[in-house]
Structures are given as C-alpha cells and as structure tokens.
C-alpha cells in the first residue's frame, strides 16, 4: 500500500482554520475516512480542534490522536504531529488489510454456519442475521478472539492520548442495558473503549467497562456531535459520512433490504443530532436563544463519496481486501481534497451543508 508524499511548508498563519472532526464508523468503509484524514493533514491550513468517532471513526480517531501524541514527545523522534498521524493511520490501516481482521472473521462464521459454503456466494448480512438467530459469539466465539485489540494495542498510546491537550478525542460506545450513548475520552478513553466502540454484537461479546458492558457506538451515536459541540471551541464540523442518506431505488430483494435497513439503523443517530442543531441554530438566528456558554451556532459540513462509495454495498463493510482498502483510502483522499478547493473559504463564516434538506426533511418548522 503506497505512501503519500510528505506535507508541503506551513502555510501564513492567518489561512489557518480550526475544526472539529466528526467521523461515522462502517467497518472497512472507515478506510475511506482514512483517505480524507490523510489529505487533512496534508493541508496545513487545517489545524484540528477535536474527533469524535464511532466503531470505525473510534479506531481513525486515535490513530489521528496517537500521532499528536507521540510527536509530543521531544525524544520521540518525529518531532512533525501531521507526519506522525499520516503514518499512524497508515499503519493501522496496513495492518487491517494484511489481517483481513473483518473478513476472515466473517468467513469463518460463514464456513461454520453453512457447511463450508464461501462467503461470496451470500451477503455478510446474511450471516449476520443467521448467527443472531442460530448462534452467538459467546458460542462461536467463546475466547472472545478479535485480531483488531492485538494490532490496536500494539500501534496506539493510550496514555499519550489522554496527556493530549490538541486534538481532542472522544470515542462513543452503546450501553448495552439502556441504549445510551457513552462517550469516552481522558483517561477513560483506553483500548478497551475502543474495542467497545467497534463491538458487533453477531461477531463479539460485549466488551466489559466498569462491570457495564458495551456493543458498537454505530447504534446510538454514529458519531456523537455532543463533545464537539460542548468541549471544543471550534463552530467548524466536518462530518466524513461513510453511510449513503439516499438510495434512488427501492430494495426489493433480502440482500438490498438488509443492506439499506444497515444504512437506515448506522445514520438514524446523526440524523436526530442534525435535526437538533439545526434547531438550536434556528432559535438563535431568530433570537429566541442567546448564543454565550450554553448555546452556539453551529457550522456544519460533509465529506462524504458520493456515487462511488455508495456503489459498494452495505455487506462490503465486512470485507478487508487490501485492494478494496486501497481504493478506499483514494476515494477519500480525492473527496477530501475536492472539498477543500471548493468550500476552504466557507470555514469560520457558513454551513455548507444544507441540513434541512439533507437531514431534517418534511418535518414542521417548530420541530
């Protein structure tokens, strides 16, 4: 898997903007998210106020955090944060594809459940659907065995991570008793987090917290706006989106109906958060709120892969063919640096998203 080329000189000061990051978990998909992150950090005009992130974010988020981090560090030895977080997602990234992490998990299940039928011939939904019915991972899965805490393990320092003053990191989990979104970051936020926050429930036990137990933030906050909105000092967030709003068909077949009900379920949670800020902004643009500590308007805008990521399908998030990651991760880098030539400017002064038609929809004014 090639290297990009290193950052160029650092810009004049007064280009510079600050944003927040908020970066959606889709399993293999989030090596796209990889993409844009790595031309963010080429572009030393963008400096970062704070990321959040779930289930695949989660894991790009501390990549990101860990390369601050360690160039923290005067004997560290990479006295330059940006290179650093290049080449630590890189190396994450890296270390999924030689894994197969996602996949080979998914293909045993398969060959388990079906008789040593290949995974090719049915969707990953599929066996998502048939283990959740036939068999748990506290069954085909007893030791818990999940290659992603080796390589995270081994690749982030978590407590680097919580030392960090710049970028901030939030990681967001699922309670698996109430629903609730658990947001981890400080101290808190350590490998078993973030194994949590990545936890599907058809693959892997719950992961235990504090004698609570956790299953993938994707399903209550995907990612979470809150910390962004409430910690950091920044109006700027950019959503990388790595789940399609729209379809222009209708699924008709079990394999498109479950991949679009996956889409449906991993965006429910930024949907309602959007729909909220979009609220929020409303009161205070007509003065029925006062911005000060409490409340502030928002600037919202997305990086997302349009018509080429939304041609893979929904059971491809399981797959973590090198090739596919690698595709991935230009798809990302080409959107990323899209956006920037197009909406650089709109950074501190505009939304460039427009959330009532993308997110909000139909429903009244006074929502």
């Not at 409490?294 to 491809?316: T, V």
């Amino acid at each position: 898997m090639s290297t990009p080329p290193p950052t160029s000189s650092p810009p004049d000061s007064s280009s510079q903007r600050r944003v927040n990051l908020a970066l959606q978990g889709g399993g293999s998909h989030g090596a796209f998210t990889w993409g844009v992150l790595d031309a963010l950090l080429q572009d030393e005009r963008i400096e970062f106020d704070g990321i959040s992130g779930a289930s695949a974010g989660a894991v790009n988020a501390v990549a990101l955090a860990h390369g601050f981090a360690v160039a923290a560090h005067k004997d560290s030895g990479t006295p330059n944060p940006r290179e650093a977080a290049r080449a630590s997602l890189a190396r994450i990234w890296q270390g999924v594809a030689a894994m197969g992490s996602l996949g080979s998990m998914a293909d045993g299940i398969s060959k388990m459940l079906l008789g040593g039928w290949p995974s090719d011939k049915v969707s990953a939904n599929f066996f998502g659907n048939a283990m959740s019915q036939w068999l748990s991972p506290y069954q085909a899965n007893p030791l818990d065995i999940n290659p992603l805490r080796k390589l995270l393990q081994a690749e982030i320092d978590f407590p680097a991570i919580a030392a960090l003053q710049l970028p901030k990191a939030f990681v967001s989990a699922t309670h698996v008793n109430t629903g609730q979104a658990e947001i981890f970051s400080g101290k808190r936020l350590t490998l078993q987090a973030v194994m949590a926050s990545t936890c599907l429930p058809t693959l892997f036990q719950a992961v235990e917290i504090g004698g609570q137990a956790y299953w993938d933030g994707g399903f209550s906050s995907n990612p979470s706006l809150l910390p962004l909105i409430s910690e950091c000092s920044s109006r700027d967030i950019i959503v990388v989106q790595i789940n399609p709003l729209r379809r222009p068909e209708i699924p008709h077949t079990p394999h498109d109906i479950m991949d679009r009900v996956n889409e449906l379920t991993f965006n429910a949670s930024l949907l309602s958060q959007m729909r909220t800020i979009d609220f929020i902004n409303r009161l205070l643009a007509d003065g029925r709120l006062q911005e000060g500590a409490k409340y502030k308007s928002l600037l919202l805008h997305r990086i997302d892969g349009g018509e080429a990521l939304e041609n893979l399908p929904s059971s491809s998030k399981m797959s973590a063919d090198g090739a596919m990651i690698e595709k991935l991760f230009e798809m990302g880098q080409g959107a990323a640096k899209r956006w920037l030539r197009r909406h650089f400017e709109a950074l501190g002064l505009q939304s460039t998203v427009n959330i009532r038609r993308d997110y909000v929809g139909n429903l009244p004014q006074e929502f």
